[in-house]
């Protein structure tokens, strides 16, 4: 089904098929369980494939699964800020949940700009894992994926707003790394696009609180920072997945 509707997923699958912790990931009790669990699945080898040190060294450089043609390797992070920082810029409680083990946990607050990239991207690759075989999901495993895709883009935004007011040395320093701004600009257009491509499935992929994260994500400020750190113009129209 990957092959038809999905190169890209197939393609990781069969990349990762001798990962020894596969078999943890997914479901076989049925096809709707297999179906389910590769929501998980795909973003946790998502993570194996990004995270192999063989492409990524922590906090210097980081890899990133696009597609099936696409793969970006050797983008430059230059260290970086914990991520708990971004905290007081989000005023709702609309990702509390996911909030409380990123931001808040005393480990994983501590991530800089690596962690906040990793989640994004298995996120992205795990909202299409299950989109694209949505009509036969029937249980909640999956019911997440809009929302985490939608939150850890909201942590990349607000992350390089505080990189700009409160890090200026280390903002001026990625802002002149191209592969990075190239990355944030593919990640925040396939982040449009997999969330359109999944909204008729909210509620078996997603909570409505992943399209109020989106309308935060396309605040005044947020558009602001990713357009000045990228250098390019997102669209506000129906075709938010693009550039203008």
Known sequence: MYRRRWPSGEKLAVAQAGDKYWSQFVNT???ESFAESMMVAIHEETHMWDLDPSRTQWDVRIASWINASQQTTAVPLLGGFPRKEILPLITDKLSDSMDGIYLRDSQQGEYKLQGVLAELNAGLMGLPAVTVVQEYIKGVGASNARDIAATNLRYLLLYLRVAKDK??????????????????????????????????????????DADKITATNYSP????IVEEFTGATVRRDTDKHCTA
């Not at 200026?168 to 982040?191: C, G, H, M, S």
Request: proline fraction near 10%; aromatic fraction near 14%; glycine fraction near 4%.
């Open 167 to 208: 890090h200026p040395d280390y903002w001026a320093k990625i802002k002149n790394e191209p592969k990075l701004r190239e990355l944030v600009l593919i990640q925040f257009l396939r982040t449009a696009y997999w969330l359109d491509r999944s909204a008729p499935y909210t509620g078996k992929l997603g909570s409505p």
């Open 29 to 31: 009790k049925s096809f």
């Open 221 to 224: 400020p947020n558009l602001a």
